[in-house]
């Protein structure tokens, strides 16, 4: 076949112009924003599981917190004599302003403008106005790194009175508590309100009337957190009047989502 002199224009069929070079340049860039766009969905969703994850680590801490506060006030097996006596009439004294930070009064606070739950960092490493997990129970609760809460969880109680709890109810106590998931820096704040009846004369009693801890969860529809700081985890000036009749122990419970600026609100 004779070639064509050197500066000839080939024939059209003969001409390349990179047409296929194109085409598989943009095939390429489409298949990588794809797989760009499919690796970016995945570690979205692995990111929203771990914080899932975090989350319900923190909540099942705060949780176990509020059942050990309340083994605390109802004076469980395993509580120490002189903290159980802080939970009768004699011990009334010992909730004060700015919660006890020592000795058998540690974490008990009183009811003030604002609420200790506010006022306090519950986020504090060592705080010693915050119970640790088992503080007075000698319950133990693992932690550590991986599935486990990065801290103990801690609480505070307080001595509160709703409008309408007059002293055959009993006393009423209002449970703070803070867990944390296996990072520190994800926490859930869970609290509760908790009745104790008085104690029963010699020679009677009322089944329905044991102060022991209720099952964990929602418990039968009762008073929110009332007194200063309480209602709807905002302004904490709702309250509600409580029925003649309820249960004893755990009344009710709710998630203070907004701790962070509740308690920035507090200490400006």
Known sequence: MARAPCGAILPGPM???GAALVCALVLMLAAMLVAASVCRAVFA????A???R???LAHEAAEAALRDAERDIAAAAGTEPARAAQFTAAGAASFVDGCGRAGSARGLCSASSPPAWQALDLAEPGNPALVPYGYFT???LRTGKGLLPARPPAYLIEHIAPPGAGEPLGSFYRITAIGFGSNAATRVVLQSVYRKPKPAPPG??????DPGPRADGPAAPGPPATGPGAGNGNDGNAAATPPAQLPAGRIGWREIANWPRLHAEAVE
């Open 138 to 140: 000698g319950a133990t």
């Open 15 to 17: 001409r390349q112009r």
């Open 50 to 52: 771990g914080a899932e």
């Open 204 to 209: 009677t009693g009322n089944p329905s009337d």
């Open 54 to 56: 975090e989350r319900s």
């Open 45 to 48: 969703s692995i990111a929203s």
